[in-house]
């Protein structure tokens, strides 16, 4: 049991000591971090993602499934118990049987899911303490994965340039043909205005709320997150894996 107590002593300290991402956005090397981030939101079992410092505790968890329960052992100390009908999400000291459906995996932990502690607008987790807002604004268009400002009645954007049209700057009789309007006969040619709209930006926008267990960074009880154990359950329970 001594050995168990400070085991969870460990695991507060841990917790406390978690960085709460507050970078700006819009600088570029932290949007390649939020990209990567975001292309490796859900792997498999939950555990590919998880922290050194978790893997030594992990390495010290043992789950056994008897008869109609699964139960969960640190070391020589049973931590507990649950029905293995209704292990998904369940909290046992500082492990969870998988996340449940209002809970989400990140880095190995689960957390309540961004859905639900930001908003319907900011559902991605791209840090323990920050949600991101998946696509443009109102007043934007995404054109090839970027963000930009909406071009103007009568335009069109094309990356950092909007054009105009051919039919209602030059005429009805006037084709589209590039970087210029023409008219086929008789033959001439009309230069279709544009204009600089700016750079494209990504279409995540970031929330970050608390620090260490506070804020976005708690599970489904108000509470830190817990470590998820489902990839050492010797059955497939079919918890949330998201």
Same mark, same amino acid.
């Given at each position: 049991? @001594?050995?168990?107590?400070?085991?969870?002593?460990?695991?507060?300290?841990?917790?406390?000591?978690?960085?709460a991402e507050t970078k700006s956005y819009?600088?570029?090397?932290?949007?390649?971090?939020?990209?990567?981030?975001? =292309?490796?939101?859900?792997?498999?079992?939950?555990?590919?993602?998880?922290? +050194?410092?978790? @893997?030594?505790?992990?390495?010290?968890?043992?789950?056994?499934?008897?008869?109609?329960?699964?139960?969960?052992?640190?070391?020589?100390?049973?931590?507990?118990?649950?029905?293995?009908?209704?292990?998904?999400?369940?909290?046992?000291?500082?492990?969870? #049987?998988?996340?449940?459906?209002?809970?989400?995996?990140?880095?190995?932990?689960?957390? =309540?899911?961004? $859905?639900?502690?930001?908003?319907?607008d900011f559902p991605l987790r791209t840090?323990?303490?920050?949600?991101?807002?998946?696509?443009?604004?109102?007043?934007?268009?995404?054109?090839?994965?970027?963000?930009?400002? @909406?071009?103007?009645?009568?335009?069109?954007?094309?990356?950092?340039?909007?054009?105009?049209?051919?039919?209602?700057?030059?005429?009805?009789?006037?084709? +589209?043909?590039?970087?210029?309007?023409?008219?086929?006969?008789?033959? =001439? $040619?009309?230069? @279709?205005?544009?204009?600089?709209?700016?750079?494209?930006?990504?279409?995540?926008?970031?929330?970050?709320?608390?620090?260490?267990c506070n804020g976005f960074g708690v599970?489904?009880?108000?509470?830190?997150?817990? #470590? +998820? #154990? $489902?990839?050492?359950?010797?059955?497939?329970?079919?918890?949330?894996?998201?």
């Amino acid at each position: 049991m @001594k050995t168990f107590m400070f085991f969870v002593m460990t695991l507060s300290v841990c917790a406390l000591a978690m960085p709460a991402e507050t970078k700006s956005y819009h600088n570029d090397h932290y949007r390649n971090e939020v990209m990567n981030t975001i =292309k490796a939101m859900s792997p498999p079992q939950g555990m590919a993602l998880v922290s +050194d410092n978790y @893997k030594s505790i992990l390495d010290n968890i043992t789950v056994k499934v008897n008869g109609t329960e699964i139960c969960v052992y640190y070391l020589l100390d049973k931590l507990g118990c649950a029905d293995i009908h209704q292990a998904c999400g369940i909290k046992i000291g500082p492990v969870t #049987i998988g996340c449940a459906d209002d809970e989400e995996n990140y880095l190995g932990l689960c957390y =309540k899911k961004c $859905s639900l502690l930001a908003s319907a607008d900011f559902p991605l987790r791209t840090a323990t303490n920050t949600c991101a807002k998946d696509g443009c604004d109102e007043d934007e268009e995404n054109d090839a994965g970027l963000c930009y400002p @909406k071009c103007k009645e009568h335009y069109v954007g094309v990356a950092t340039i909007c054009w105009g049209y051919c039919d209602h700057f030059c005429g009805p009789e006037y084709d +589209d043909v590039g970087l210029y309007c023409y008219q086929w006969w008789p033959p =001439k $040619s009309c230069s @279709k205005p544009s204009y600089d709209r700016g750079a494209g930006i990504l279409p995540y926008k970031l929330w970050t709320n608390g620090l260490g267990c506070n804020g976005f960074g708690v599970n489904n009880q108000g509470g830190c997150a817990k #470590i +998820d #154990i $489902s990839g050492l359950v010797p059955i497939d329970l079919g918890c949330n894996k998201q």
